[in-house]
């Protein structure tokens, strides 16, 4: 049991160069598609906050502007960080193993080992359950009471699968790869040690967790409490998602992060 937790997928270097420009094409329009669907649970948002009484012209920015805005920027940003990403990640050895293999030629009993993406699946499962019970646990001895309505789990249903994708291409694909890719650079060593994974891995996880603030303060006031909470949960979702795509490639930390959103914000309710 512990061998199939402790178990990674192999990198193919020579595969993945081959395969880059598939890959990168395919996680570009992901990417994009992602960005547009999020237009759905912001613009909920945007309607719960209008419904409170909160005043603000950016607020009711008709649909099509916030489509061409969104669109225009993702495919920079997207096409930005994707190519960034995948250049960096494979002088780590990190990157998307399974996307290679996927537009690879060989045996589809070859294409993916299936035991590692389970198991990062069921630990995902069981981070966002024991989470979950922290959050209720907290309710009971420190309420904290929401000064706006949440959407409904149908919304929490789409930005799990957008957040799930988006945030790992940013934060693991680019961020966490630029992070390690440049400490190893800077040390002269043709493969980063588990010590500068570890590293990249954490601050990562740190700059997930801060940019998680924003989303926070949309429902709840931004007190000592629910800043350590943020930042606690994120940082352990953070490092967890950071390890999986070290040992087991972007898919499978796209994967297993979308699996802890549906269950963390879908299937259960923190703060709520």
């Known amino acids: 049991m512990i061998k199939i937790f402790l178990s990674s997928i192999e990198h193919n270097i020579e595969e993945k160069k081959a395969y880059r420009w598939k890959v990168a094409i395919s996680l570009f329009i992901v990417f994009v598609s992602c960005s547009l669907a999020n237009i759905i649970f912001v613009r909920e948002v945007t309607r719960l906050k209008l419904e409170s009484g909160e005043i603000n012209k950016m607020l009711s920015k008709p649909i099509i502007d916030h489509i061409l805005s969104t669109g225009i920027n993702s495919l920079i940003i997207g096409a930005f960080l ?19 293999r996927f537009f690879s030629n060989r ?32 309710k009971w001895l420190y309420p904290v009471l929401a000064f706006q309505e949440r959407p409904s ?10 957040a799930g ?28 040690t588990d010590k500068i994974v570890w590293t990249g891995i954490l601050f990562a996880a740190l700059i997930f967790g801060l940019m998680h603030f924003p989303i926070t303060s949309n429902f709840f006031k931004l007190t ?35 699996a802890f959103d ?10 709520g």
């Open 224 to 258: 000592p409490f629910t800043i350590a909470v943020t930042m606690i949960g994120n940082l352990i979702t953070g490092t967890t998602f950071g390890w999986i795509f070290w040992k087991r490639g972007l898919l499978v930390a796209i994967v297993s992060h979308i």
């Open 82 to 100: 994707i190519y960034i990403g995948l250049w960096v990640s494979s002088k780590a050895n990190l990157g998307a193993p399974v996307l290679a």
């Open 107 to 138: 045996p589809v009993s070859e294409l993916i080992n299936w035991k590692p993406i389970l198991s990062s699946v069921t630990l995902a499962i069981v981070i966002a359950t024991a989470l979950l019970g922290l959050f209720e646990l907290h």
């Open 153 to 162: 789990k149908i919304y929490y249903v789409i930005v799990s699968f957008v």
């Open 165 to 192: 994708t988006n945030e790992e291409i940013i934060y693991r694909l680019c961020l966490m790869s630029v992070l390690i890719a440049t400490i190893q650079y800077f040390k002269k060593l043709d493969k980063p």
């Open 262 to 271: 549906i269950v963390f914000h879908v299937i259960g309710s923190p703060f």
